[in-house]
């Protein structure tokens, strides 16, 4: 991989060097969300409450996991340009740093979610029938923090490494352990039929407890796998490091960071205050939000992919001060990562309908949903090109102009927006997925700006 993004390399090799970080990256996320489907649809077959108790608290995990991942954001960009200047030394005081934060970052939220997970169900207006439910669901998936966190940094480091395939196969190992535990841990005893065998499947009934249980160990398996890859890794383990705090290696790296966390945390704070306006709509809505969200996010796999790829290969010409090569990059992502988010919106507005059959049997929350995936389905376009600038501005280190710019587009038009016509003006789900449309569409106009100015770029010499 070196080899490829070292020196002057060919339109043909950088091409080639995208595909080889994006396609693991593309695949790990598709399993990821083919558990969520799986998930989904088997706590929907639950009931409508299930569904809603599960997804009422979704939003705190975006909150908590985009924070972690705002962290591994500043080692991303340390690391990877550490790798473009062939500083093997320091991208290796780098890990061992992300180590040492990975074990304060676990155990910190570990202690704050286990603590608040009896309130935050009322602190997200869900509905009193279904606030213990989702008390216990959220209290066991988040027992594991530490091992989520590790996976969550640990997998950054990696992919920081050009290293994409190793994160890719835990994922896909973790995807396994789920599904196959959701199966047996949901669902109650029952004969199945195979081949005219009638066989005898042991289950244990738990319902949306056993959903929960099942993700906490695919989790802590997980994050005990990534941390054992990372441990031996041929080029960016951290043995023999020290794992006191090197504030030479975190100054830049939490510089980085800081506005990254505050992006983050600020939307998906945001995200929260969306989700209880969302869940004071009844549970049709919710349930109708959950899916869609759900369903949505396999659609924007081919971008979060590419970006990826974008923040790696960036930080690397950075580090390799090759100007020529980072426009080049830009040149070749921009057209890629449009056609693919157009044919995805495609797909996504063609499929809503089925695609929400699959999760839910209620008539009402199937037409809701297939209505608000068709009107995000329109905008996917211009969100990807918002996601390839960002990754590019975040492979360099800078941070701060994507941290305002989401800010203003979650606080300014979708959370306000939202605010004003579900609150005040009593309109329902629809209105509030068209702010979020309008919060897309700003993202857009500010990064093309960004980029036709050449701000993103910090080797641009015009």
Same mark, same amino acid.
């Given at each position: 991989?070196?080899?490829?993004? &070292?020196?002057?390399i060919?339109? +043909?090799?950088?091409?080639?060097?995208?595909?080889?970080?994006?396609?693991p990256?593309?695949?790990?996320q598709?399993m990821?969300t083919? $558990?969520q489907y799986?998930?989904?649809?088997?706590v929907?077959?639950?009931?409508?409450e299930?569904? *809603?108790a599960?997804?009422s608290? =979704?939003?705190i995990n975006?909150?908590i996991?985009?924070?972690?991942?705002?962290?591994g954001?500043g080692?991303?960009?340390y690391?990877?340009?550490?790798?473009?200047?062939?500083?093997?030394?320091?991208?290796?005081?780098?890990?061992?740093q992300?180590v040492?934060?990975?074990?304060?970052?676990?155990?910190?939220?570990?202690?704050?979610?286990?603590s608040?997970s009896g309130?935050?169900p009322?602190?997200m207006q $869900?509905?009193?029938?279904?606030?213990?439910?989702? &008390?216990?669901y959220?209290f066991?998936?988040?027992?594991?923090?530490?091992?989520?966190?590790?996976?969550?940094?640990?997998?950054t480091?990696?992919? &920081?490494?050009?290293?994409?395939?190793?994160?890719m196969?835990?994922?896909?190992?973790?995807?396994?352990?789920?599904?196959?535990l959701?199966?047996?841990?949901?669902?109650p005893?029952r004969q199945?039929?195979i081949?005219s065998?009638?066989?005898?499947?042991?289950?244990? =009934?738990?319902g949306?407890?056993?959903?929960?249980?099942?993700? *906490? $160990?695919?989790?802590?398996?997980?994050?005990?796998?990534?941390?054992?890859?990372?441990?031996r890794? +041929?080029t960016?383990?951290? +043995?023999?490091?020290?794992f006191f705090?090197?504030?030479?290696?975190?100054?830049p790296?939490?510089?980085?960071?800081?506005?990254?966390?505050?992006?983050?945390?600020g939307?998906s704070?945001? /995200?929260?205050?969306? *989700?209880?306006?969302?869940?004071?709509?009844?549970?049709v809505s919710?349930?109708?939000?959950?899916?869609a969200?759900?369903?949505?996010?396999?659609?924007?796999i081919?971008?979060?992919?590419?970006?990826?790829?974008a923040a790696t290969?960036?930080?690397?010409? /950075? =580090?390799a001060?090759?100007g020529?090569?980072?426009k080049?990059?830009?040149?070749?992502l921009?057209?890629?990562?449009?056609?693919?988010?157009?044919?995805?919106g495609?797909?996504?507005?063609?499929?809503?309908?089925?695609?929400?059959?699959?999760f839910?049997a209620?008539?009402?929350?199937?037409?809701l949903g297939?209505t608000?995936?068709r009107? $995000?389905?329109?905008?996917?376009?211009?969100? =990807?090109?918002s996601?390839i600038?960002e990754g590019?501005?975040m492979?360099?280190?800078?941070?701060k102009?994507?941290?305002?710019?989401?800010?203003?587009?979650m606080w300014?038009?979708?959370?306000?927006?939202?605010?004003v016509c579900?609150?005040?003006l009593?309109?329902?789900?629809?209105?509030?997925?068209?702010?979020?449309?309008?919060?897309?569409?700003?993202?857009?106009?500010l990064?093309?700006?960004?980029?036709? +100015?050449?701000?993103?770029?910090?080797?641009?010499?015009?």
């Amino acid at each position: 991989m070196d080899k490829k993004i &070292s020196g002057q390399i060919s339109d +043909r090799s950088m091409l080639a060097a995208i595909l080889t970080l994006a396609w693991p990256t593309m695949l790990e996320q598709l399993m990821q969300t083919a $558990v969520q489907y799986i998930d989904t649809a088997m706590v929907g077959s639950l009931g409508t409450e299930a569904t *809603a108790a599960v997804g009422s608290t =979704g939003t705190i995990n975006w909150l908590i996991g985009s924070t972690i991942s705002a962290v591994g954001v500043g080692f991303l960009s340390y690391i990877a340009k550490a790798h473009g200047a062939k500083e093997q030394d320091a991208a290796k005081r780098a890990v061992a740093q992300a180590v040492l934060i990975t074990c304060v970052l676990g155990v910190f939220f570990t202690i704050l979610t286990v603590s608040l997970s009896g309130v935050i169900p009322v602190w997200m207006q $869900v509905k009193p029938g279904i606030q213990k439910m989702a &008390s216990a669901y959220f209290f066991i998936l988040y027992l594991p923090m530490l091992p989520r966190t590790a996976s969550i940094i640990f997998g950054t480091v990696l992919r &920081s490494a050009g290293d994409t395939k190793s994160p890719m196969k835990i994922g896909l190992l973790v995807n396994l352990i789920n599904v196959a535990l959701n199966f047996l841990l949901i669902y109650p005893g029952r004969q199945v039929e195979i081949f005219s065998l009638r066989v005898a499947i042991w289950g244990a =009934g738990l319902g949306v407890i056993g959903a929960a249980i099942a993700s *906490a $160990v695919a989790f802590t398996v997980g994050g005990f796998c990534i941390t054992f890859v990372l441990w031996r890794h +041929r080029t960016i383990s951290p +043995r023999g490091q020290r794992f006191f705090p090197d504030m030479q290696i975190l100054r830049p790296c939490m510089r980085v960071a800081f506005p990254n966390m505050l992006q983050r945390f600020g939307t998906s704070l945001g /995200y929260v205050a969306f *989700a209880a306006m969302i869940n004071s709509l009844g549970e049709v809505s919710t349930a109708a939000h959950t899916i869609a969200n759900t369903v949505e996010s396999a659609f924007y796999i081919p971008g979060y992919g590419m970006q990826t790829a974008a923040a790696t290969l960036a930080g690397n010409a /950075y =580090g390799a001060n090759d100007g020529k090569r980072m426009k080049r990059l830009a040149s070749m992502l921009i057209p890629l990562e449009t056609v693919l988010m157009i044919g995805s919106g495609f797909c996504l507005f063609v499929s809503a309908p089925f695609l929400m059959r699959l999760f839910s049997a209620h008539e009402a929350v199937i037409a809701l949903g297939g209505t608000v995936l068709r009107m $995000v389905a329109v905008s996917e376009p211009f969100y =990807g090109f918002s996601i390839i600038i960002e990754g590019l501005m975040m492979g360099v280190g800078k941070t701060k102009a994507p941290f305002v710019y989401n800010i203003i587009g979650m606080w300014l038009v979708r959370i306000t927006g939202t605010f004003v016509c579900t609150q005040f003006l009593g309109f329902g789900l629809v209105s509030a997925w068209a702010c979020m449309i309008a919060h897309n569409l700003l993202l857009f106009f500010l990064f093309l700006l960004c980029y036709v +100015r050449g701000v993103w770029d910090p080797l641009d010499t015009k």
